[in-house]
C-alpha cells in the first residue's frame, strides 16, 4: 500500500489534530482540488460523490 501525506501541503482543521502534543488515530477524506480557495476551484463531481459514500458507510459503521 503506498502512503501520500498531503497535510504538509495545505491545510484543514485536522492539522491542529496532527500536530497536537497528544497521540490520536484519525485520518483526513476529502476529495482532491485543483485551484483550492479561488474563484477557479474545481473538484470532479465523482469523487465528490465517492466521498460523500465514504462518509455515509463511515457514519454507520462507527
Same mark, same amino acid.
Given at each position: 500500500?503506498?502512503?501520500?501525506?498531503v497535510e504538509a501541503?495545505?491545510?484543514s482543521d485536522?492539522?491542529?489534530i496532527q500536530f497536537s %502534543?497528544?497521540?490520536i488515530d484519525w485520518c483526513f477524506i476529502g476529495a482532491a482540488?485543483?485551484? !483550492?480557495?479561488? %474563484?477557479d476551484e474545481k473538484v470532479s463531481l465523482k469523487d465528490l460523490d465517492?466521498?460523500?459514500? !465514504?462518509y455515509r458507510y463511515l457514519m454507520?459503521?462507527?
Open positions: 500500500m503506498s502512503w501520500k501525506e501541503y495545505g491545510g485536522g492539522r491542529e %502534543p497528544y497521540a482540488e485543483d485551484h !483550492v480557495h479561488s %474563484p465517492s466521498m460523500i459514500q !465514504v454507520d459503521a462507527l
